[in-house]
C-alpha cells in the first residue's frame, strides 16, 4: 500500500472536493480512501509513505490529442522548409517527418513524447500516430513503450490517402489489428481507436473501408475542420461540409472524438450534439499554426462534450490550460468568459472522454478510482482554499511543478527523478535514433 499525504489534496471529486492537509490511500491499482493525513497514516502505518513536502495532491492529468510521432522534432528545422499556411505545414513538416520514420523512430518517439508526459504529471494520453515509412507494427511498438514506462494510453493509426492507396490500406490494418488486439486483452491501461487524418486527405470510398475494418469495435479518432481544407474539399467534392460528411459515412457517434473543430458552424455543431460525438480542443497548436480559434463556448453551450489536448504542441496541460483562457477571451473581445469552460475541459470533460475507453475511473480521487495520482511543488504567498484552488492552478502553476507522479498505483516519478527507468540509457539511444531521422530529412550528418 501507499499513503500519499502531507499537502493539499484536490480530488476533483465534488462529494469531497478538498482537504488542506490530506492523504490519498492506495491498495494495487485503486484508491482506497481519502482522509486527513494523520488518519490515513495511524491506519495503514505498514503503508510506504509519498511525501508531498506541503505541495499539491491531485488527479494526474489527461492529455485527449497527442501527436508522438512529433516526438523527435524538437529543435529540427527541416532545410528548405518555410510553410506560409497549414497545407505546407503538413506537407512540409509533419508529412516529412512521418515519412521518414521507421518502427525505431516511432520507439525513440514514444520514449521521449512519454517520458516528457509523466515529468508533467500527465497519466492518460490519447495518442494519434502516423509513421507513413514502416506502418506495419507502430501501434504495438508504441504500446511496448507505454507499458514499459508505465503510462496510461489509447492509441490509434492516421488513415489518409496522401501517400496512395497501398500505404492507406496499410494504416486501416494497423488500426484494425490494434483494435482486435485491445479488445481481446481487455487491458484497462491501454486502449484503441480508430483513427482518421483531414478529411481531405480521405475520400468516402476509404471511410467505408475504414468502417467495414472496425466492424464496431471502438470509436473514431480523427481530425476536423483543423484548416479550412477540409470545408472547400467537403463542399466541392461532396456538396456538404465535413460534419455532415462524416454522418454520412457512419463515423459520428458517442465514442468518437472529433479534434480541433476550428471550422464547423452551427449546423455542424447540432449533428455533432445529437449524435453524442466529442471534441478535443488543442488551443496552443491552433495558434502556432494559424488555423483559428475553435467555438469551443459555443459548442459547450449547446452540450457537447470538449475535452483539452495539446497536438503535442507541449505535454504540459497546464500550459494549455492558460492558453485556452486566453485565445478564447481574445477571440470573444471579453475578458471575463472562459474561465469555467476551461476548468471543466480540463478536469471534467477529459474524464468524460477517458470514460468512454478506460473501466475504472480515472482523473478523480475517490474510492475506487484508479490510483493516478500527481504531486506539484507549490508555496502559495496568499491565500488557497477551496473556492480559490483552480485560479492558483491557471495562474500559479505549471508541469514542471511536478515533483512526483503515481500511475496505476505504481510511483513512477519521485522526487523529480524515474523510479525503475534507466532514463540516460533511453536518452541515449533516442539521441541516435534523432541523429538519424534528421541525418535523412536534412542529407547530412548529426
Known amino acids: 500500500m501507499l499513503v500519499i499525504g502531507g499537502g493539499r489534496v484536490l480530488t476533483r471529486d465534488p462529494g469531497n472536493p478538498y482537504l488542506e492537509?490530506?492523504?490519498?490511500?492506495?491498495?494495487?491499482?485503486?484508491?482506497?480512501?481519502?482522509?486527513?493525513?494523520?488518519?490515513?497514516?495511524?491506519?495503514?502505518?505498514?503503508?510506504?509513505?509519498?511525501?508531498?513536502?506541503?505541495?499539491?495532491?491531485?488527479?494526474?492529468?489527461?492529455?485527449?490529442?497527442?501527436?508522438?510521432?512529433?516526438?523527435?522534432?524538437?529543435?529540427?528545422?527541416?532545410?528548405?522548409?518555410?510553410?506560409?499556411?497549414?497545407?505546407?505545414?503538413?506537407?512540409?513538416?509533419?508529412?516529412?517527418?512521418?515519412?521518414?520514420?521507421?518502427?525505431?523512430?516511432?520507439?525513440?518517439?514514444?520514449?521521449?513524447?512519454?517520458?516528457?508526459?509523466?515529468?508533467?504529471?500527465?497519466?492518460?494520453?490519447?495518442?494519434?500516430?502516423?509513421?507513413?515509412?514502416?506502418?506495419?507494427?507502430?501501434?504495438?511498438?508504441?504500446?511496448?513503450?507505454?507499458?514499459?514506462?508505465?503510462?496510461?494510453?489509447?492509441?490509434?493509426?492516421?488513415?489518409?490517402?496522401?501517400?496512395?492507396?497501398?500505404?492507406?490500406?496499410e494504416a486501416i490494418r494497423e488500426n484494425a489489428e490494434f483494435a482486435a488486439w485491445a479488445a481481446k486483452e481487455d487491458d484497462d491501461m491501454i486502449k484503441a481507436m480508430f483513427g482518421g487524418h483531414a478529411l481531405f486527405t480521405i475520400s468516402d470510398r476509404t471511410f467505408r473501408k475504414m468502417v467495414e475494418?472496425?466492424?464496431g469495435l471502438t470509436g473514431f479518432h480523427i481530425h476536423v475542420s483543423e484548416g479550412m481544407n477540409d470545408v472547400y474539399d467537403s463542399l466541392r467534392n461532396y456538396g456538404c461540409r465535413p460534419v455532415n460528411r462524416l454522418l454520412n459515412n457512419d463515423i459520428l457517434g458517442p465514442k468518437?472524438?472529433?479534434?480541433?473543430?476550428?471550422?464547423?458552424?452551427?449546423?455542424?455543431?447540432?449533428?455533432?450534439?445529437?449524435?453524442?460525438?466529442?471534441?478535443?480542443?488543442?488551443?496552443?497548436?491552433?495558434?502556432?499554426?494559424?488555423?483559428?480559434?475553435?467555438?469551443?463556448?459555443?459548442?459547450?453551450?449547446?452540450?457537447?462534450?470538449?475535452?483539452?489536448?495539446?497536438?503535442?504542441?507541449?505535454?504540459?496541460?497546464?500550459?494549455?490550460?492558460?492558453v485556452f483562457l486566453i485565445i478564447q477571451r481574445h477571440n470573444a473581445c471579453l475578458p471575463n468568459v472562459a474561465f469555467g469552460e476551461d476548468m471543466q475541459m480540463l478536469f471534467e470533460n477529459n474524464r468524460k472522454i477517458a470514460a468512454k475507453y478506460f473501466k475504472t475511473p480515472i482523473g478523480i480521487l475517490k474510492e475506487g478510482a484508479a490510483a493516478d495520482v500527481i504531486i506539484l511543488d507549490y508555496n502559495p504567498f496568499t491565500p488557497f482554499s477551496e473556492e480559490n484552488a483552480d485560479g492558483h492552478i491557471l495562474f500559479g502553476m505549471m508541469g514542471k511543478n511536478v515533483r512526483t507522479t503515481v500511475i496505476n498505483g505504481k510511483v513512477v516519478y519521485k522526487d523529480?527523478?524515474?523510479?525503475?527507468?534507466?532514463?540516460?540509457?533511453?536518452?541515449?539511444?533516442?539521441?541516435?535514433?534523432?541523429?538519424?531521422?534528421?541525418?535523412?530529412?536534412?542529407h547530412r550528418v548529426y
Open 256 to 322: 468518437t472524438l472529433l479534434g480541433h473543430c476550428i471550422h464547423v458552424n452551427a449546423a455542424e455543431m447540432d449533428i455533432i450534439r445529437e449524435t453524442g460525438t466529442m471534441v478535443v480542443n488543442n488551443p496552443e497548436s491552433n495558434m502556432g499554426n494559424a488555423v483559428g480559434c475553435s467555438p469551443v463556448l459555443q459548442m459547450m453551450a449547446k452540450g457537447i462534450t470538449v475535452g483539452m489536448g495539446t497536438d503535442a504542441y507541449t505535454h504540459d496541460m497546464l500550459e494549455s490550460l492558460k
Open 213 to 215: 475494418a472496425n466492424n
Open 21 to 169: 492537509n490530506g492523504a490519498v490511500a492506495v491498495d494495487g491499482t485503486l484508491i482506497r480512501e481519502i482522509g486527513t493525513c494523520e488518519d490515513m497514516k495511524k491506519k495503514y502505518p505498514e503503508a510506504e509513505f509519498v511525501d508531498a513536502h506541503g505541495g499539491i495532491i491531485m488527479p494526474g492529468f489527461i492529455n485527449a490529442h497527442t501527436h508522438i510521432y512529433s516526438g523527435l522534432a524538437r529543435g529540427l528545422a527541416i532545410e528548405g522548409n518555410n510553410p506560409t499556411n497549414f497545407f505546407e505545414v503538413l506537407d512540409g513538416t509533419w508529412w516529412n517527418i512521418d515519412r521518414h520514420l521507421t518502427l525505431d523512430g516511432t520507439r525513440a518517439s514514444a520514449y521521449a513524447t512519454i517520458l516528457d508526459c509523466i515529468r508533467d504529471g500527465v497519466t492518460t494520453i490519447f495518442d494519434h500516430h502516423a509513421s507513413f515509412c514502416e506502418i506495419p507494427g507502430s501501434l504495438f511498438a508504441i504500446r511496448d513503450v507505454a507499458k514499459e514506462l508505465g503510462i496510461r494510453a489509447c492509441l490509434c493509426y492516421e488513415v489518409s490517402e496522401r501517400d496512395g492507396e497501398e500505404k492507406c490500406d
Open 416 to 442: 523529480r527523478e524515474f523510479v525503475g527507468i534507466d532514463e540516460e540509457a533511453i536518452n541515449a539511444w533516442t539521441m541516435e535514433q534523432s541523429k538519424k531521422l534528421w541525418g535523412e530529412l536534412n
